[in-house]
């Protein structure tokens, strides 16, 4: 595929990591605004990995292919990766080959001025790196469900998810209710608890299990006592995937590929309060359904916010910076500051309280 002739600046636009809601309405959002500069948008396909192909893999981005229901679509058009560090990059043979080179052409064969970035940490980590090594500007547009990047109050897809976790909490307090039984809904966040504190509370569980607050069994199993003393025969637990065993050990899955992933602390918590407690317990885990619904009103807010000013910072030459939100708007941040500062849930934060003001037990 020959790249278009280039008539103004040429943006390329890539999705990268873990799919979120919202993607897809941060591409339109960036396509309008560039299209109202008179700028071409070519968004390049599963995210680095596009670069890496030749011919180099990329669709052109017109008003026309992004209106329409586009804005409402989970996922998104572009495809994405979480495999496959090109600096590191796994070959058939089972070396690791530095291909970072072969990436930046890939850039340079489209003939861009500039990249937009949609990612979490571990993309923005790897897409700075590029973009320092083949001296590109670079802008990036903070996206995951995880919300565990810095410098930004929220990122695209965490309302979504959170909206997607509490529905389940809706779903699993009637059954519950119905069979007094206790439920444990486990939910994603690698590595830190956001989308556990949040649902657990918007969803009225008794207990929330994160990351970052060491647990006790017998804690929990004191909490359920306490429900079960008030008169309620039911109790709602929700764990963040993250969450050690009592051993300190993350429990994961080992896929194809050798890939690791968060899965299974939900049942080891499950098997432990039904010991403790003696209560008919049963496992949900909601593993990537959190992942794929339609995006909420608020993140296809932000995704169009921060779409339009990740535009702007290229129209006024400002690289290598994340949009974020900030205090109920759009404000931009060194990329590298995001990148250093993880996000993980703060102890002394307004959430946590109020969750120990709601009586929640994190199990401490
Ligand atoms: N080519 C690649 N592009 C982006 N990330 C990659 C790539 N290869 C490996 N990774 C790894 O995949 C993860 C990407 O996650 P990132 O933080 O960007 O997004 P995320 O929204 O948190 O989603 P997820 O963690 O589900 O992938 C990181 O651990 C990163 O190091
Ligand atoms: O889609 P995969 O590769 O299973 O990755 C799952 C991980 O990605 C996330 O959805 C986003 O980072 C995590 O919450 C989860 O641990
Ligand atoms: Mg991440």
Redesign the pocket.
């Known amino acids: 595929m020959t790249a278009p002739t280039k008539a103004g600046k040429r943006i390329g636009i890539l999705t990268s990591?873990?799919d979120?809601a919202g993607l897809n309405a941060v591409i339109r959002a960036v396509v309008h605004r560039a299209t109202g500069y008179g700028w071409q948008v070519l968004g390049i396909k599963e995210g680095t990995q596009g670069l890496l192909q030749r011919p180099v893999q990329y669709q052109t981005l017109d008003l026309g292919s992004v209106d329409g229901h586009m804005m409402r679509q989970g996922g998104t058009i572009l495809g994405t990766t979480?495999r496959g560090d090109p600096f590191a990059y796994p070959m058939p043979d089972g070396t690791l080959k530095d291909r970072s080179d072969e990436i930046i052409g890939g850039y340079r064969e489209l003939g861009l001025d500039a990249l937009i970035g949609i990612g979490?940490d571990g993309s923005f980590a790897i897409l700075h790196k590029l973009a320092q090594k083949g001296g590109f500007p670079m802008v990036g547009v903070p996206k995951?469900?995880?919300n565990d990047l810095g410098k930004t109050e929220v990122s695209v897809g965490y309302d979504t998810a959170v909206a997607v976790a509490v529905e389940a909490l809706d779903r699993l307090q009637p059954t519950a209710a119905s069979h007094h039984r206790v439920m444990v809904l486990e939910v994603?966040?690698?590595d830190a608890g956001h989308i556990a504190l949040a649902a657990g509370i918007a969803g009225g569980a008794d207990v929330i299990l994160i990351p970052e607050i060491p647990y006790s069994i017998e804690s929990i199993a004191a909490k359920i006592q306490n429900v079960r003393d008030s008169g309620r025969n039911f109790a709602l637990v929700v764990v963040s995937?993250a969450v050690k065993t009592l051993e300190g050990t993350g429990v994961k899955k080992i896929l194809q590929g050798g890939?690791k992933?968060?899965g299974g602390i939900g049942d080891y918590i499950g098997e432990k309060i039904a010991d403790a407690t003696g209560a008919e317990t049963r496992v949900t885990v909601l593993g990537?359904v959190?992942?794929g619904s339609m995006p909420s009103p608020r993140d296809r807010l932000i995704a169009s916010a921060f779409g339009v000013h990740a535009v702007d910072l290229i129209a006024e030459g400002r690289f290598n910076r994340m949009v974020a939100w900030s205090n109920r708007g759009v404000i931009d941040v060194p990329i590298t500051e995001a990148i250093e500062h993880y996000s993980c849930v703060e102890l002394d934060g307004a959430l946590v309280k109020t969750a120990r003001g709601l009586n929640i037990s994190f199990g401490d």
């Open positions: 990591g873990g979120c979480n979490g995951t469900i995880d994603m966040g690698r995937e890939e992933r968060y990537h959190q992942r």
